[in-house]
Structures are given as C-alpha cells and as structure tokens.
C-alpha cells in the first residue's frame, strides 16, 4: 500500500494565480483531512471530509476549496492565490472518524510569491 | 471550539535524560488524545493515544497521562535518545460523528549526545 501520496511536492505560484493539491489514499478510509504548517502556529486544519461527496469546514478555511468526488481523493483548490497561503499542507486520512489513528502524507511544499 | 494549549513549544535535553511535554485542553467533550511525532522533512506519525476511560497508558519508553478534571494530558519520554529529536504534537478530539481533531502548535525536541 501506498498509504496517502500527495502531488505535487512542491509548488511556486504567483499572487492571484490558481492551482490544485491532490491527496489520495489506498487504505478505504471514510474521513480525510487538509492541514497547514507554519512555523509556531502547528497543524492547523483547512477542511475535512467525512466520506464521499461531502465536505466541511475547519480552523482556517478562508481562501481554499475542496472537493472529495471520489472516496479515495480529496482536493484542496486555491483560486486566487495570497502570500499568507505560503505553507506547507498536509493531507490526511483516518478509517472512520476523528477518534482512529490518522495517516498524513509527505506534504506540498507552497511558496506564494 | 476545542482549543488545545502545549507547552513548552521548545525543549532541550541530555540523552538519557527524561522529558515532558503538556497540553490542556477546553471542551470537557473530548474524549480521545493522541500524540504524533513528525521527523524533519516527513508527515507526522502517530506514536500514543489515550481516551478518557484511562488515566495512563505506557508504550516502551513513552507514556500519557490524563486528568479529565483538570482538562490536561501529558507526554512523558524515558531515557530519551537522538532519534527522540524531532516536533510532538497533542491533540484532542470529542470522537462524535463529523468532528475532527484539533492539535496544538507542537513542540521541539532536541536531545543531544
């Protein structure tokens, strides 16, 4: 297994250019997750889903999108890309709810010129 | 909203040394408490969990501890080593249908030789 990929591994935009992170997983899981890193501020969470076809909202959802059309794929979309969404984003998944162990993946490196 | 609260955000040990990070946390509804350790440059990984039918649990060298009453929890690391260096984080999660888990900003531990 594969476990949770995430593509691409790095990306330099520039402001007001859009883009999209893939995150997709091979272990059936129902819940998955998009996290932002900043340095002092830890794991902050953008959106989650709780299965196929739906979505909510998180911490800090402000500026991103996200879709999760196929169970084993979640989307994150910046349409309009800002400076501050400079980060690093991590997907994540976990089998059926927040209470199971959650897998990430290596991340996307995101510089936002 | 959960909030989670960790502390110290920086720790420096000597190997072999002993070292203890905390966390509190606000929604008496939490029931669930996992830690996971990221690595420089990787996603994090889960390495402990607790949930409120317990007030300790024990893995090798690490261990939680919770106090329900007083909304906090504890990672405790034994003989710590080298390889023990890397960012903890806590997090706290009511486990319910559609909810996710909230972390708190991590921790850098240092262990040195």
């Known amino acids: 297994n594969a476990g949770v990929t995430q593509t691409p591994k790095f990306r330099v935009l520039k402001t007001g250019q859009s883009m999209t992170l893939l995150c997709a997983q091979d272990?059936?899981?129902?819940?998955m997750y998009w996290y932002r890193q900043d340095p002092g501020m830890g794991l902050r969470l953008i959106h989650y889903?709780?299965?196929?076809?739906?979505?909510a909202k998180g911490e800090v959802p402000d500026g991103y999108n996200v879709s999760r059309l196929k169970k084993q794929n979640f989307l994150l979309g910046l349409e309009s890309a800002a400076p501050s969404q400079t980060s690093v984003y991590f997907c994540?998944?976990?089998?059926?709810?927040?209470?199971?162990?959650?897998?990430f993946g290596p991340g996307t490196r995101l510089t936002v010129t | 909203g959960e909030n989670v609260e960790q502390h110290p955000s920086t720790l420096s040990v000597q190997e072999g040394d002993s070292a203890v990070i905390k966390c509190t946390y606000s929604d008496s509804a939490s029931n669930y408490f996992p830690w996971y350790k990221q690595e420089l440059g990787k996603g994090p990984q889960l390495i402990i969990d607790?949930?409120?039918?317990?007030g300790e649990k024990k893995d090798q060298r690490i261990a939680v501890t919770l106090n329900k009453t007083a909304k906090h929890f504890s990672l405790h690391i034994t003989e710590t080593q080298p390889e023990d260096s890397a960012v903890y984080f806590c997090?706290?999660?009511?486990?319910?249908?559609?909810?996710?888990?909230?972390f708190g900003k991590g921790t850098t531990l240092s262990v040195s030789s």
């Open positions: 889903s709780v299965g196929e076809g739906t979505t």
């Open positions: 997090a706290a999660s009511t486990n319910q249908a559609g909810t996710a888990l909230i």
């Open positions: 994540a998944s976990s089998l059926l709810r927040s209470g199971d162990e959650q897998y």
């Open positions: 272990m059936n899981h129902e819940y």
């Open positions: 607790i949930r409120s039918n317990v």
